[in-house]
């Protein structure tokens, strides 16, 4: 289609699961419940490792900005999301859904990043227990934290200036969100650039941070199995089984969506698959990570017990 037949299209409608009024009842409710649970479970980690000086150690610190992350990347698309489920028409803006876009897409590529660090944070606690304080200082630390979301943030910005601004009249998103592989399914100019700067994008941000966690992982296993103590390697894949379930769940659902060929999508299939990375694996990360953690739990009673003194 050449240009001079292509539509501004000035706003967008979300088709959501509008075909599927049961699933459409159900949704807004589980929603609401997952983005509480992702509030109020990632909002204490936050105020407890900066209250408690005893959890001022790499993996808290790697793990406060990891719950800061979950906070941004789910507030960026669930009151959204809610919103399209409680209106008869749901519309976004195109500089809305534009905004959308950029901000899902770099907190994913944060999130990416930051696993892989946290990874290497595991790999060197593990293999080098009496140096683990003076290999990851907290000026290496703050510089890996910082490196994280300034490489995420250029991967989003080079290829979303490649985005196209026009599209056909067609502007109805089959999606529940500003999901980027749905937008781009509305341009009806010639998207092959598009997809060769987000194939590289995601390959960088999901590829490679995930082959650099499998190999921290081959070594975390090769490391514990020399410990002696079986109580050791107990207390070794304790540490590491919380990291690396939130591994799975995130990288294998972000993988499977965005370098699988896209003439094999399935709209619906893609609907649910982003439920799980992008709404269900925020939640996860504070249940994950706190639940087994008595070094968390102590911390927590500590500072209940502090506010209640009189």
């Not at 289609?1 to 159900?26: C, K, L, Q």
């Not at 589980?30 to 983005?35: A, D, G, H, P, T």
């Not at 966690?213 to 540490?239: C, D, N, P």
Request: aromatic share 14%; with cysteine.
């Amino acid at each position: 289609m050449g240009e001079e037949n292509d539509t501004m299209v000035a706003e967008f409608i979300f088709i959501g699961f509008s075909n599927h009024p049961t699933t459409r009842m159900v949704l807004p409710g589980f929603f609401l419940v997952v983005y509480l649970i992702t509030l109020f479970g990632n909002g204490p980690i936050l105020l407890l490792t900066f209250c408690d000086p005893r959890l001022h150690i790499p993996m808290y610190f790697f793990l406060s900005n990891l719950s800061l992350l979950d906070i941004c990347y789910s507030t960026s698309t669930v009151p959204q999301a809610l919103v399209n489920f409680l209106v008869k028409r749901p519309i976004i803006s195109c500089a809305r859904c534009s905004c959308q876009i950029f901000s899902t897409l770099f907190f994913g590529s944060t999130e990416c990043l930051l696993l892989a660090v946290m990874a290497y944070d595991r790999y060197v606690a593990i293999s080098s227990p009496l140096r683990d304080t003076l290999i990851m200082s907290k000026t290496c630390c703050i510089h890996m934290t910082l490196g994280s979301w300034a490489i995420a943030f250029l991967l989003t910005v080079i290829p979303f200036f490649f985005m196209p601004l026009r599209f056909c009249g067609k502007n109805e998103i089959d999606h529940f969100t500003c999901e980027v592989l749905a937008v781009m399914k509305l341009v009806c100019s010639d998207t092959f650039k598009n997809q060769i700067f987000m194939f590289a994008s995601a390959s960088f941000t999901l590829l490679a941070p995930f082959f650099f966690i499998v190999f921290s992982y081959m070594r975390i296993i090769t490391t514990i199995l020399w410990i002696h103590s079986a109580g050791g390697r107990s207390k070794a894949f304790s540490t590491c089984s919380s990291h690396l379930t939130v591994v799975i769940i995130f990288y294998g659902t972000a993988i499977f969506m965005y370098l699988k060929p896209q003439s094999k999508s399935s709209q619906e299939q893609d609907k649910i698959i982003s439920v799980f990375y992008g709404i269900v694996t925020p939640m996860l990360n504070p249940l994950s990570y706190t639940l087994r953690n008595q070094e968390v739990k102590g911390a927590l009673r500590r500072v209940l017990h502090r506010n209640g003194e009189p």
